[in-house]
């Protein structure tokens, strides 16, 4: 069983930049998939990042966050980050990792992200 613990969220302006942390309790190194969700009040939860391993490693942004948001991992300290840039009033949400190890998916508690003047 592998926790995992969002952090990084918090109330930020228009333009401005965030930066997302999630920690495992264990090793994500064997970890084939990691991927950035969010929700917004109302809507379906949508991913907005991921990042493959297997042969090579390939990362994926939604269309709305692309150029703008950047996934990363560190497996040292087995955490995927979620760097996010020039930062949206619709980027507003609660923001969730998702980390596959195995056949097995674990998900964080989430973490608030506000974008508001």
């Known amino acids: 069983q592998v926790q995992l613990v969002e952090s990084g969220g918090g109330l930020v302006q228009p333009g401005g930049s965030l930066k997302l942390s999630c920690a495992a309790s264990?090793?994500?190194?064997?970890?084939?998939?990691m991927g950035w969700y969010r929700q917004a009040p109302g809507k379906q939860r949508e991913l907005v990042a991921d990042l493959t391993s297997g042969t090579s490693t390939s990362t994926n942004y939604a269309d709305s966050v692309k150029g703008r948001f950047t996934i990363s991992r560190d497996n040292i300290k087995n955490t995927v980050y979620l760097q996010m840039n020039s930062l949206k009033p619709e980027d507003t949400a609660v923001y969730y990792c998702?980390?596959?190890?195995?056949?097995?998916?674990?998900w964080g508690q989430g973490t608030q992200v506000t974008v508001s003047s």
């Open positions: 264990g090793s994500i190194r064997s970890a084939i998939f």
């Open positions: 998702n980390v596959v190890l195995g056949f097995r998916g674990f």
